[in-house]
Nanobody
Framework: QVQLVESGGGLVQSGGSLRLSCAAS????????MGWYRQAPGKERELVAR???????EYADYVKGRFTINGDIAKTTLYLQMNSLKPEDTAVYYC????WGSGMTFWGEGTLVTVSS
């Protein structure tokens, strides 16, 4: 069973920065996409940013210009640089990997990001 482990969350003041990391316990073949999602209290999980094996990158409108996703699909590592954080960015952030070969979607357990005003 593959496990995804996120790290880098924490408490930061508004305007600050954090860098999230995600690593898989073993390699995953045929990765279609890797991404970050978040879920704030009382809200549904939503896409933050996603990158595909073909090189395309997608950002949610509310993080464009502030967050940057990067990673290495071959090494199954993923990062999210978050700058100019706002209190509304407070959420649990989850790493997500979709493998088209197996048809499986993998999720991490999440890392909490709290932005104080």
């Amino acid at each position: 069973q593959v496990q995804l482990v996120e790290s880098g969350g924490g408490l930061v003041q508004s305007g600050g920065s954090l860098r999230l990391s995600c690593a898989a316990s073993r390699s995953i073949s045929s990765i279609h996409s890797m991404g970050w999602y978040r879920q704030a209290p009382g809200k549904e999980r939503e896409l933050v940013a996603r990158m595909s094996g073909g090189g395309s990158i997608e950002y949610a409108d509310y993080v464009k210009g502030r967050f940057t996703i990067n990673g290495d699909i071959a090494k199954t590592t993923l990062y999210l640089q978050m700058n100019s954080l706002k209190p509304e960015d407070t959420a649990v952030y989850y790493c997500n990997i979709y493998s088209w070969g197996s048809g499986m979607t993998f999720w991490g357990e999440g890392t909490l990001v709290t932005v104080s005003s």
